[in-house]
């Protein structure tokens, strides 16, 4: 069984090696963190990602939105956020729907199943949400981990300085 403690977050601390700011990104869903699933849904509600975004999850059963959080990065310019997937899925079987009951969906790629898949929640995806950077309007993508390491200072796009560079372990 998945449980919530099961999935930690992972997030990286930086210092920019030009002007010394400080910044860091989450990724994963943190249970204590602010941003939790719970959140994301008031967000939702509110209409913070679009009005076809709030209809779409009000109008479908059993529907969860991806609360994990990512890194999104813009493969045209460069500016990067991190915000939670945000895509809609629909539960498939009891335990998905128990899970989105329990405020604690968690989606994985079918090829990061395990084997063993008795009692697993199910989903499909009923639309995936488009990361748009605001700066140029590209489709941003989901940062690999190598980029994830080499994200440039938000205030003036320097590199962060690799001595300075953390992990942070959340939940
Ligand atoms: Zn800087
Ligand atoms: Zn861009």
Redo the contacts with the bound molecule.
Sequence with gaps: MMRRGDRMGLGYSYKCSECSKKYEVFQGIGMLFPEGYEDTVAKLKNGRFGKAWKELYENTENVAIDAEKRVYL??????WKNEPGLSLYAADNEEAISAVKNGCPVFYGDDSLPAMMGNMPKYHLLKEYEHK??????K?KAADDDEILTLSCPKCSGAPDPENTMYILWD
């Design positions: 813009c493969p045209s310019c460069g500016y950077c605001k700066k140029c309007g590209g941003m």
